[in-house]
């Protein structure tokens, strides 16, 4: 059952969100996207997120690495949601999250609304200290794919958006 589960989840996130190739060979491995440069990122990606469903409350997920039918990534750890908490936003584990395919969405299952997906791709280290990130977020059908640029030698860390490489809102192309 939990496999079944795995499975439903994994179609529905790469459905939600688009696989692109991974970055070079420069990038960090999974295991190391949870850091600073992370945090900064996805509270700018936050910020970012259009609000497609006013006052709908929503949950948020983040997930690490890239999304493939092979997997390639992992749900983010508790205490990396932790670093969140001043947000006062509901921030669940991808572990936890179910599909509804019908719908085309990811939900929580505690609230049956649709969730607020947000993935760190890839960090690329182009200095000691700063970063080029690649990221990604879905909402329902809406996705964006975008680049960030991170400079860790700046207190309080900044996060800047550099650009969009993909986006879209579910409707066919005309």
Known sequence: MITLLRSILAFALLFSMTGC???GDATLPVSML??????AVVRGMIDRVPDTNPGV?????I?????????????????FMERFKDLDLRIISADSLSSQ????AVIDPETRVAVVLLQIRSIQPTSATTSIVETGWSYKQTFSKDRWSVDTAIDPIQAKHLDTIESGDGSEPK
């Open 21 to 23: 190739d991974s970055g």
């Open 63 to 79: 997930i690490l690495g890239e999304l493939s039918r092979t997997g390639g990534y992992r749900a983010a750890s508790a205490e």
């Open 34 to 39: 949870e850091n600073d440069a992370a945090e």
């Open 101 to 104: 395919p019908d719908l085309r």
């Open 57 to 61: 409350p929503k949950s948020y997920s």
